[in-house]
Nanobody, 131 residues
Framework: VQLQASGGGEVQAGDSLRLSCAAS????????MGWFRQAPGKERDFVAA????????YYTDSVKGRFTISRDNARNTVYLQMNSLKPEDTGVYYC?????????????????????????WGQGTQVTVSS
């Protein structure tokens, strides 16, 4: 599956952005999806994830209540709605996909937060939040 992330930009603190991750080659309904971000000079970190069924969602603590991951299987697209943006949200945002089946919700919680769990990655979209 090929992933194309878009929707990034330069915004002010408190603004909103919606990132999109469009898939081609395969239908996204068969994949767990994740969003990760990499700030300048830092490692790529987990932001949000959703199981392929859509029944499980996970967020890093710093974005809970502000970001929402969703998927539209008819459009073969996953979204990350980002509200109340902060300067510390600045970075390159990547979407990722994987089709591995895990046993138990605890295992999903653990594995979907790890970049190494994902086989497919988009190219990244830059988000810059100024104060």
């Amino acid at each position: 599956v090929q992933l194309q992330a878009s929707g990034g930009g330069e915004v002010q603190a408190g603004d909103s952005l919606r990132l999109s991750c469009a898939a081609s080659g395969r239908t996204l309904s068969g994949y767990h999806m994740g969003w990760f971000r990499q700030a300048p000079g830092k490692e790529r970190d987990f932001v949000a994830a959703m199981s392929r069924s859509g029944g499980l969602t996970y967020y890093t603590d710093s974005v809970k209540g502000r970001f929402t991951i969703s998927r539209d299987n008819a459009r073969n697209t996953v979204y990350l709605q980002m509200n109340s943006l902060k300067p510390e949200d600045t970075g390159v945002y990547y979407c990722a996909a994987d089709a591995t089946t895990y046993l138990g919700t605890n295992r999903y919680d653990q594995r979907l937060r790890m970049g190494s769990s994902y086989a497919y990655w988009g190219q990244g979209t830059q988000v810059t939040v100024s104060s």
